[in-house]
T-cell receptor, first 115, second 111 residues
Framework: ETGVTQSPTHLIKTRGQQVTLRCSSQ?????VSWYQQALGQGPQFIFQ???????GRGNFPPRFSGLQFPNYSSELNVNALELDDSALYLC??????????????FGPGTRLTVL | QQQVKQSPQSLIVQKGGISIINCAYE??????FPWYQQFPGKGPALLIA?????SEKKEGRFTISFNKSAKQFSLHIMDSQPGDSATYFC??????????FGPGTRLSVLP
């Protein structure tokens, strides 16, 4: 059973650019959630995808968007990057649309630095 | 908007000691409270979780105590080991919000 993988590991962008982060969910999991973790803070929920549809969104502007593919892998896209977007971006998968007791399996994250 | 408060921010404990991390929440709609452990360079991993109809849950050296009336819950790590050194996050779940995490506690267990 493969775990959650994310790519790239690290990324450096400049303000105003666009970035795409990728996540492969754990085998058998059809739900993917994305989180932003600023340095020294807890993860903040960005949005969740279930069977290719957005299934919940946190308090993030529309320039944060996502996709989920038929194989349940997912992308996080951020347009018009701002300095405050510098953070660790975490992807988590669950075996179904999140119920409270479903264990979320987190990937190692992508460290994004915006200069 | 911090919906889950966590303290202390950092904690240093001697090997064999008890580590205690506290969390508090306001939203009474939260109905599931997990704790996550995160090592440097890794994503958070579920450690232990509790529902509000239970006052205590123990798994090995890890215990959650839950006080529904006070809207507080805590993690106790008994016989703390250097390998427990990590950042710990409490979280709460409310359908529609997904998980809301606390700001984290950095635990250092001295050998």
């Amino acid at each position: 059973e493969t775990g959650v993988t994310q790519s790239p590991t690290h990324l450096i962008k400049t303000r105003g650019q666009q970035v795409t982060l990728r996540c492969s969910s754990q085998s058998g999991h059809n739900t993917v959630s994305w989180y932003q973790q600023a340095l020294g803070q807890g993860p903040q929920f960005i949005f969740q995808y279930y069977r290719e549809e957005e299934n919940g969104r946190g308090n993030f502007p529309p320039r944060f968007s996502g996709l989920q593919f038929p194989n349940y892998s997912s992308e996080l896209n951020v347009n018009a990057l701002e300095l405050d977007d510098s953070a660790l971006y975490l992807c988590a998968s669950t075996p179904s649309r999140t119920r409270s007791t479903d264990t979320q399996y987190f990937g190692p994250g992508t460290r994004l630095t915006v200069l | 908007q911090q919906q889950v408060k966590q303290s202390p921010q950092s904690l240093i404990v001697q090997k064999g000691g008890i580590s205690i991390i506290n969390c508090a929440y306001e939203n009474t709609a939260f109905d599931y409270f997990p704790w996550y452990q995160q090592f440097p360079g890794k994503g958070p991993a579920l450690l232990i979780a509790i529902r509000p109809d239970v006052s205590e849950k123990k798994e090995g050296r890890f215990t959650i105590s839950f006080n529904k009336s006070a809207k507080q819950f805590s993690l106790h790590i008994m016989d703390s080991q250097p390998g427990d050194s990590a950042t710990y996050f409490c979280a709460a779940w409310d359908y529609g919000q997904n998980f809301v995490f606390g700001p984290g506690t950095r635990l250092s267990v001295l050998p």
